[in-house]
């Protein structure tokens, strides 16, 4: 009987998921609406929407970003990646800048919308503490270049914990508080989950969908493929772990963001 009843509730929770998956599906467009301050008055096909995913490495766009992205570019929204180095802490600059349009390829990201910053005071290092000022007034000139009005980055704690991720939240939330953002841009950050919840895979889309968020962005198995395929465009960071990850996270799934509330604060720059 025992069994019985783990049976059972395995498949409840599958098709618990499978219908919040499809609720997703067909509330995807008003909730993009809701987030990212899209004009509503007529039906939106995401064309207004333009973003900018804003990340430290190349492999962040697929490790953390692809079910965002490739929601996005399904709704022909304009997505820009700025991303803050080549990744050349083994000395692979080169090549992994070559990875990274190829994998943005993959997800719906033109060359022409991919920006790599190489600067000396930006290396790609977990020891490095990354300028507050230079990363910000990056962003913002980015933002203003391309008439952004959404954008999307880590939070607070980077999902992996990586220095250059924090330093990210830490410079848009200090752009937050300037009042030099156009009054339509919308920044929300990439929610950290704990561990294991990160290593749940699509099982995680119960919680992610009934735990508060501003914005969820949910793929099934074709999305999956893409983000995957994605990830091995990167084949200099194809290490045992990486197929692990690949296989387990809830981010090749499930992205969930907070809003980064915008208004004067009091924030010490570096």
């Known amino acids: ?18 219908l919040i ?19 509503s008055g007529r039906e939106n096909d995401g064309a207004d929407v333009r973003a900018l995913i804003v990340t430290a490495h190349p492999d962040d766009e697929c490790m953390f970003f692809a079910p965002t992205i490739i929601r996005l570019a399904e709704l022909n929204a304009r997505v820009h990646l700025l991303c803050l180095s080549e ?16 994998s943005c390829a993959v997800l719906g990201i033109p060359a022409s919308r991919v920006t790599i910053i190489d600067h000396k005071k930006l290396p ?3 020891k490095a503490e990354w300028s507050v000022s230079l990363v910000s007034s990056t962003v913002l000139n980015h933002i203003n270049e391309h008439s952004i009005n959404t954008v999307l980055t880590f939070d607070g704690s980077g999902v992996s914990g990586h220095a250059n991720h924090v330093a ?3 410079a848009v939330r200090h752009l937050a508080s300037t009042g030099d953002l156009p009054k339509d841009c919308v920044l929300l950050s ?12 699509f099982l995680d889309l119960p919680f992610s969908w009934l735990l508060p968020s501003h914005f969820c962005c949910v793929v099934g198995s074709k999305g999956y493929k893409q983000a995957k395929a994605a990830m091995l465009c990167h084949r200099t ?4 772990f990486r197929y692990l990850y690949i296989t387990f996270s809830r981010y090749m799934f499930i992205n969930t963001f907070q809003m980064i509330p915008q208004g004067p604060k009091n924030l010490k720059i570096y």
């Open 124 to 126: 790609d290092d977990p």
């Open 237 to 240: 960071q194809l290490l045992w």
């Open 87 to 102: 990744g050349n802490y083994y000395n692979q600059g080169a090549q992994r800048r070559e990875e990274l349009l190829s």
């Open 168 to 170: 990210i939240y830490k």
């Open 21 to 39: 998956y499809d609720r997703h599906r067909h509330t995807f467009r008003k909730s993009l609406e809701q987030a990212m301050n899209v004009s």
């Open 1 to 18: 009987m025992y069994v019985y009843l783990v049976v059972f509730a395995g498949l409840w929770y599958l098709v618990w998921i499978k």
């Open 190 to 201: 990439l929610e950290t989950v704990g561990l294991l919840r990160k290593y749940l895979s």
